[in-house]
């Protein structure tokens, strides 16, 4: 019989009681376990990028990621980075005002990584931003937007 362990993780500001067997990743807690379908999965290999989630701060792979590993670290997803007003962050206004996307299904890893990598300091030119927005693929080929929408929103945000 597996054994479940108790765990409380902290999501986009919010703490929750998940009682998981260990195995679980943080991506299926998140969509499974939570009702937090925004962030997508992919491969589930660590090779596409739609699982992309904030871990204190810093963009990781939530398919790569245990939920117990995110134990009493602070995680954000995609339904938390908007303001609590429905106020759209400037990554996210800067998708639509570029049309960064098409599906969809790649959008939240492809927002999540972005703003990581503005914060980073890896939006400073094109080509830094195709390299350091590498990690996220996107099959609808939205990726001449996504680079203008990165850059559009970095300028927005400087
Ligand atoms: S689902 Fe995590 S990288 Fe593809
Ligand atoms: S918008 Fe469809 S995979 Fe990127």
């Known amino acids: 019989m597996a054994t ?14 998940l009682t998981l067997e260990p195995r679980v990743t943080l991506l299926d807690a998140l ?3 939570l009702g937090l379908t925004g962030t997508k999965k992919g491969c589930d290999q660590g090779q596409c990028g739609a699982c992309t989630v904030h871990v204190d701060g810093e963009r ?27 106020t759209l ?26 703003v990581a990598c503005i914060r980073e300091g890896h939006a400073g030119s094109d080509d830094e931003i195709r390299e ?3 990690g996220n693929l996107c099959r609808c080929g939205a990726y001449p937007n996504i ?12």
């Open 60 to 86: 990781v792979l939530s398919c790569l990621t245990l939920a117990v590993q995110a134990e009493g670290r602070s995680v954000e997803t995609i339904e938390g980075l908007g303001g609590e007003d429905g």
């Open 31 to 33: 969509r499974e376990h």
């Open 89 to 114: 962050h400037a990554v996210q206004q800067a998708f639509l005002d570029a049309d960064a996307f098409q599906c969809g299904y790649c959008t939240p890893g492809q927002i999540m990584s972005a």
């Open 4 to 17: 479940t362990q108790s765990m409380e993780l902290s999501i986009n500001g919010r703490l929750h009681a």
């Open 132 to 134: 350091f927005m590498a």
């Open 147 to 158: 680079v203008t929408a990165v850059r559009q929103a970095a300028e927005a945000l400087a």
